[in-house]
């Protein structure tokens, strides 16, 4: 049907956005950042983690914030006042979820980091392949992403566990990737 179809279309078209955003901006910053200086692989873990830790900020601290404020409003008789959608979600919170939800953006600091790792070769062996993958690998746990919060995935626990499968893969590739380029230090 159309509305499968364009649910997918959704989910492709999103990842591979993210991906070529995301990637870009790293890629852009290391090539700027190069022509002033030489590029040291801490540069990586300052970048990735900033990326990283300013999304587990903003997604995951800021999120927990939100319910906790909902949670207040709800116990203080005053829910009615907020959007009846943002009520029944924050209702239906488990403990679970919300582990769930640390988890991923904890998962998702550490994919940032070996993305950051990709584009970094890129600029460094002058590989551009390097870059163009990193967009894929993006775009590939955006997809995951997105069949869950369509609804075409409903198992959070299945979603996490594949998330964490996959970029424990990412890991061991992006270590074989830098030993086979000759790269020294973080991996």
């Given amino acids: 049907s159309f509305g499968h179809s364009s649910k997918w279309f959704t989910i492709i078209y999103g990842g591979l956005m993210a ?6 901006t790293r890629y852009l910053v290391f090539k700027v950042l190069a022509k002033k ?3 040291m692989t ?3 873990v300052a970048y990735g983690f900033g990326h990283g830790l300013s999304e587990f ?5 800021m999120g927990l914030l939100t319910n906790i404020i909902v949670l207040q409003a709800i116990h203080s008789g005053q ?4 959007p009846s959608l943002l ?3 924050v209702n239906q919170l488990t403990g679970l979820a919300v582990l769930m939800s640390l988890f991923e953006r904890l998962v998702a600091l550490v994919l940032q980091v070996l993305l950051t790792a990709w584009d970094f070769l890129a600029v460094t062996k002058q590989k551009l392949s390097f870059y ?3 967009i894929i690998l993006h775009a590939a746990i955006d ?3 997105g069949a869950y919060q369509l609804g075409i995935v409903s198992n959070l626990l299945l979603i996490e566990l594949i998330l964490a499968i996959y970029v424990l893969g990412i890991g061991l590739l992006t270590r074989r990737i830098w030993r086979k380029e000759g790269t020294h230090g973080l991996i």
């Avoid at 991906?19 to 870009?24: A, I, N, P």
Wanted: no cysteine; net charge negative; hydrophobic share 55%.
């Fill in 57 to 61: 900020i903003f997604l995951g601290v």
């Fill in 132 to 134: 163009f993958w990193a």
């Fill in 42 to 44: 801490s540069d990586i």
């Fill in 19 to 24: 991906g070529l955003v995301e990637e870009t």
């Fill in 143 to 145: 997809f995951l992403a």
């Fill in 87 to 89: 009520v029944s979600q």
């Fill in 79 to 82: 829910a009615s006042q907020l």
């Fill in 37 to 39: 200086r030489s590029l």
